[in-house]
């Protein structure tokens, strides 16, 4: 396995979380964007990219979904869900952060990586 295939592993999570948060999308709209060209472009190179990049794509729409649910939540409970609702997007924060960083270092030493919680629509 070359440097580039890992480079691309890894990068691929990483290009993810930053396109979503430096774009402002809700909660992953971007990432999964990032992560399907990624997919698209490199699907047929390598297995070990082709792996992270779906793996990056479904934690990614995984996230938008939650979050959908919870906004969902907060509008037709006009307003009274945000007890619950704040605390847990704060948890999804988190997860979200700690899995992608986990990923990309996984990636990055070529090693799979299976993120928690997610919805694995792309294969």
């Not at 979904?65 to 997007?89: D, E, H, K, Q, R």
């Given at each position: 396995?070359?440097?580039?295939?890992?480079?691309?592993?890894?990068?691929?999570?990483?290009?993810?979380?930053?396109?979503?948060i430096?774009?402002h999308?809700?909660?992953?709209?971007?990432?999964?964007?990032?992560?399907?060209?990624?997919?698209?472009?490199?699907?047929?190179?390598?297995?070990?990219?082709r792996?992270?990049a779906?793996?990056?794509f479904?934690?990614?729409?995984?996230?938008?979904?939650?979050?959908?649910?919870?906004?969902?939540?907060?509008?037709?409970?006009?307003?009274?869900?945000?007890?619950?609702?704040?605390?847990?997007?704060?948890?999804?924060?988190?997860i979200?952060?700690?899995?992608?960083?986990?990923?990309?270092?996984a990636?990055?030493?070529?090693?799979?990586?299976?993120?928690?919680?997610?919805?694995?629509?792309?294969?």
């Amino acid at each position: 396995m070359s440097v580039v295939e890992k480079n691309w592993a890894g990068g691929v999570h990483l290009a993810a979380f930053l396109l979503a948060i430096g774009t402002h999308w809700f909660a992953g709209a971007g990432g999964m964007l990032a992560a399907f060209v990624v997919w698209i472009l490199k699907r047929e190179d390598s297995p070990l990219i082709r792996s992270h990049a779906t793996e990056a794509f479904n934690f990614n729409l995984s996230m938008w979904i939650y979050s959908c649910v919870g906004l969902f939540f907060l509008v037709f409970t006009l307003g009274i869900g945000v007890v619950l609702t704040l605390p847990l997007a704060a948890l999804v924060c988190v997860i979200w952060v700690w899995c992608t960083l986990r990923a990309a270092m996984a990636g990055f030493d070529g090693r799979e990586y299976r993120y928690p919680l997610t919805i694995r629509i792309l294969r």
